[in-house]
């Protein structure tokens, strides 16, 4: 069942922000973290990036660097084989490279339906940990700070890091949480049974089953355990990966959380659609799934979810309460940011026990 939107707008894209230098270019301003901070939503915004230049016969593949910050390796086209528009494999050795680096920027939105103010406020990769860039953050409000985790993404893979603020100003690092490959780590926004949890996407190399999400525990959002799978992907909408979306929110009767899946692509170069479920988990044992949306309910039909850098994409992030309901914010297209309101009962509605 796919949910009327109550309230829709394109928040963000490309052309609205700054590239780190003035011979690169922004491609993609997407998959917001977002969190209501005292009297107004913050969102900090994923910044993808690449070089203006364009060199023939060659691809430019960024990095940053200790010494040198944002630099560029200038590759032979023959010696890398393109795999979708995002990344590329060098014919050496079989790994990756991405065609395009992250950072994260601070943008404030007010009551939440509109963009304030772009604050030109970064955090930037650092360290090797971080190479290539800092992905998709998620925001979750604890003990008076605002925690995000962040996909860190370098020669060592995709691992997730975590690190905190008080002001969106100033930053503190607590280092890699979860090691590669995994991604789409959320955090609960409470203590449940004394241990902090989470949501997180292990990315095996060996397929043994099909894409699943998974939970953990933690006493110190540092050191994690009791890994249990959640959910695996079932429907046909979700074949290809399977993850966290925003982070879950308190509901009556449970924990509400708006994941996303990615149908498996057929043709080479192909990324897949991405859609959005919804699963409600056990209030005091949330590794327990409730009831589930049994198919889809939110899917790219708008112009800039269908058209972008990678195509067919709404990929959820972050979760604000509003009068009926919620404002749900997404990427889209790995391109652009935008809102969406979902009412309540509506969205309880679609939701079948299992």
Not at 49 to 69: F, I, S
Not at 135 to 157: C, K, M, N, Q, W
Not at 328 to 341: N, P, Q, T
Request: aromatic fraction near 10%; include cysteine; charged fraction near 25%.
């Amino acid at each position: 069942m796919i949910l009327p939107r109550h309230f829709e707008k394109l928040l963000l894209k490309p052309s609205d922000l700054k590239p780190s230098r003035d011979d690169f270019e922004v491609v993609g301003a997407f998959n917001p973290g977002v969190v209501r901070a005292g009297d107004e939503v913050v969102m900090l915004v994923r910044v993808a990036e690449r070089p203006r230049e364009v060199r023939p016969g060659y691809t430019p593949l960024p990095h940053w660097d200790a010494d040198k910050g944002l630099t560029v390796d200038w590759t032979p086209n023959d010696e890398l084989t393109p795999i979708d528009p995002r990344v590329v494999e060098r014919k050496a050795d079989g790994l990756v490279r991405l065609t395009f680096t992250s950072h994260i920027q601070v943008v404030r939105c007010g009551g939440g339906r509109a963009v304030r103010e772009k604050t030109g406020v970064r955090f930037a990769p650092a360290g090797e940990m971080e190479e290539f860039g800092v992905e998709d953050p998620r925001i979750t409000e604890l003990d008076g700070r605002y925690y995000f985790t962040y996909v860190a993404v370098s020669r060592h893979g995709a691992a997730t890091a975590l690190a905190s603020t008080t002001d969106f100003v100033n930053f503190e690092r607590h280092g890699v949480i979860f090691c590669s490959e995994n991604k789409d780590v959320v955090l609960f926004p409470e203590r449940i049974g004394g241990d902090f949890v989470a949501l997180h996407r292990p990315n095996p190399a060996t397929p043994f089953c099909r894409p699943e999400m998974w939970i953990a525990r933690s006493p110190d959002l540092r050191h994690w355990g009791s890994h249990a799978c959640l959910h695996g992907g079932g429907g046909a909408w979700e074949t290809g990966r399977v993850g966290a979306g925003t982070p879950p929110v308190r509901v009556d009767g449970g924990w509400l959380e708006i994941y996303h899946g990615n149908r498996k692509p057929t043709k080479p170069g192909e990324v897949g659609a991405y859609s959005t479920g919804v699963l409600l988990l056990d209030p005091t044992d949330p590794s327990r799934v409730i009831a589930r949306t049994p198919d889809s309910i939110f899917e790219p039909t708008a112009g800039f979810e269908r058209t972008g850098f990678v195509p067919d994409v709404v990929f959820p992030t972050g979760i604000v309460e509003s009068p009926d309901g919620w404002l749900v914010y997404y990427g889209a297209a790995d391109s652009c940011s935008a809102v969406v309101e979902f009412r309540r009962d509506e969205l309880l509605a679609t939701l079948v026990d299992v």
